[in-house]
């Protein structure tokens, strides 16, 4: 019998057909296998956990605002206190469009040879050349680092409070934002020269990438504006000038120290254990700050003064900041209670010896502290520190580091405040300031009817003092 033969061509189809099916079927085997699956599920998810927290951590850091309000607010005089505020939300408001224009290319655009290992130049408007890092989406990264911006603007507020016009803090807060700080973050942060050393320069959340730019802008801020009418006597000597709400500047510090655990553990970019260790060693840091401010004054005047023990929480967080992922619990202690000696004392010698009158003690909390924390790596990172045995390269390239940050800020601080100041002021005239800036900046005083008449008085000497608040009358029924 003749056995039946398929046509060629028809076999030829089934061939691809069973070939097809069974490429398709392994394929959704390799896919349905739950091993594979669960891996590809776990690295999506903690992608996005990774952007929800960076996000959540960024919300944190602008909430630092609100902390940094209160602090030189309560900390200086009732008549400004509406202007504070302003320019407290202005750092932020300002700040938020000169990086989003301008300052994000210069920190984190492309590195390559040449002058982009020192600015980036890629990126406007976070338009071509911007981008995020790792798994963190661009938009999110951005959102983050603009709150460290605003910081590092609003640590100036303080130090110039009660005096400044507020054209003119507006003009510096953007500059700072836009050109200053990110020129600083990009020789760290965005991987410029600081960061390709052959011993990298290690600052984990800005001790000196964000304190210490902001406290430094802060320090010849004031020194070109001058002190307040009556803080230096005929002898040259300080005087005391009172803030007028010791609850706003405590409440402030609390709300930063909160803001804090967004600041330090975000800055790691990951949402796992790892910022919890973050965490921790801010908690010890920040504690001992206050602690060692507390113990120092206290023996100093005889007196635990409230608003230095609030500074010293914020010295101790300031000096942590460069080392919380490398220095572990036992030494952050050391760094945070040093942070707090150091604020008491830098808080003397800037206002008693360099003459410069700086109403919330932001030079020293975040300068001089902002300065100790980056030290403090060199000397205490688990690898690399120099009291730990590892030798000295990890402390030379953090005073690199400094010296770098210090020359940069100071010399671009100092142009940018002369030029102001020649263009178009930089100080309120004596009578605005004796009223008070409220009424004579922004046509209101921050508080209504109750709260105290404040009046100019001048010194029988001729030296002109502002006086202190005048009690309303008590209300009669």
Known sequence: MQTLRSHPARSGWRRKLLVGAGVATAVGLAYANPVAAQELDAATVQANLNNIFVLVCAVLV???????????AGLTRAKSVGNIMLKNMIDFCAGAIAFYAVGYAFA?????????????????FLGDGAAGVGDIDKSTFFVFQVAFAATAATIVSGAMAERTKFKSYFVYSFIISAIIYPVVVHWGWGGGWLATMDTPFHDYAGSAIVHMTGGLAAFWGAKVLGPRIGKYGPDGKPRAILGHN???????????LVGWFGFNPGSGLVGDASAAAVALTTALAGAAGALGALATVWVK???PDVGMVGNGLLAGLVAITAGCAVISGPFSILVGFLGGILVVFGVDFIEKVLKVDDPV???????????WGTLAVGL???????????GADQLITQIIGLVAIFVWVSVTSILMFLGIKA????????????????????GSPGYGEGFGTFVPSFASNGDSEEATAAPEPAATS
């Open 62 to 72: 602008i909430f630092m605002q609100a902390g940094f309000a209160l602090v030189e």
């Open 108 to 124: 984190f655009g492309p590195v390559e040879s040449g002058l982009k290992e020192y600015i980036g130049l890629d990126g406007w």
């Open 246 to 256: 010791i609850p706003f500047a405590i409440l402030g510090c609390f709300i930063l």
């Open 301 to 303: 005047t005889g007196k």
């Open 361 to 371: 003690g932001a030079v020293a909390v975040h300068g001089v502290c902002g300065i």
């Open 380 to 390: 205490f990172a688990g690898e690399g520190g120099l009291l730990l045995g590892d």
């Open 423 to 442: 263009v178009m002021g930089l100080r309120v005239s004596e009578e605005e300031e004796l009223a008070g800036l409220d009424i004579e900046e922004h």
